[in-house]
């Protein structure tokens, strides 16, 4: 079983159109989680780190849920430059820090026009 | 730099033949992190260094890998007789704490192919 996993898609979805991707991570000592956005042939860049509390960053919304060790994302009013593969990632705390991040597969979006 | 720089970008490699991919960290970061990733798949951890420290190697798949950071500065990923389940792009991050998860800044990578 992987450390973190996601539903791999592809989503395709018509521009305007809400959007959400989920993942599960099985390490109850994850600390830090995260959303990173890659772009074909790219480097992954952060898009936004996830909190317990909740937080959205303009139209993207990441929440966190420790108790069912599940993480996501929505995207709304997607656009066409949406379209990316987001990767769901954790991070160990504690004696398990070493820094390294843990990756899903990813999820791939398509928005059509 | 601005960013991490990572050479050669492309490598075409026969099997049996060693390799050396090059990171350029950003100046001053003290963390330098190699990852593997296979096509579809997201990244997988390979090595930690922390200045010239090589404090993780836990995700290196076998003894033909290694890698090394003699300045604190640069690093090296070495792979030696090659297979063709080495064949991924090699993305290296630095980020400017140790064991700094919030601050990385990834490479564009190097995409091997073993033939």
């Known amino acids: 079983r992987k450390e973190v996993e996601q539903d791999p898609g592809p989503f395709n979805v018509p521009e305007g159109a809400t959007v959400a991707f989920n993942c599960t991570y099985s390490n109850s000592a994850s600390q830090s989680f995260f959303w990173y956005r890659q772009d074909c042939r790219k480097e992954p860049k952060l898009l936004m780190s996830v909190y317990s509390s909740g937080n959205e960053d303009g139209r993207f919304t990441a929440q966190l849920n420790r108790a069912s060790q599940y993480i996501s994302l929505l995207i709304r009013d997607s656009k066409l430059s949406d379209s990316a593969t987001y990767l769901c990632?954790?991070?160990?705390?504690?004696?398990?820090?070493?820094?390294?991040?843990?990756f899903g597969q990813g999820t791939t979006l398509q928005v059509k026009p | 730099g601005a960013g991490v720089s990572q050479s050669p970008r492309y490598k075409v490699a026969k099997r049996g033949q060693d390799v050396a991919l090059r990171c350029d960290p950003i100046?001053?970061?003290?963390?330098l992190f190699w990852y593997q990733q296979a096509l579809g798949q997201g990244p997988e951890f390979l090595t930690y260094f922390q200045n010239e420290a090589q404090l993780d190697k836990s995700g290196l798949p076998s003894d033909r890998f290694f890698a090394e950071r003699p300045e604190g500065s640069v690093s090296t990923l070495k792979i030696q007789r090659t297979q063709q389940e080495d064949s991924a792009v090699y993305l290296c991050a630095s980020s400017l704490f140790e064991r700094d998860t919030y601050g990385y800044t990834f490479g564009s990578g190097t995409r091997l192919t073993v033939v």
């Open positions: 990632v954790v991070a160990l705390g504690g004696s398990g820090n070493t820094g390294k991040l843990i």
């Open positions: 100046s001053g970061h003290v963390s």
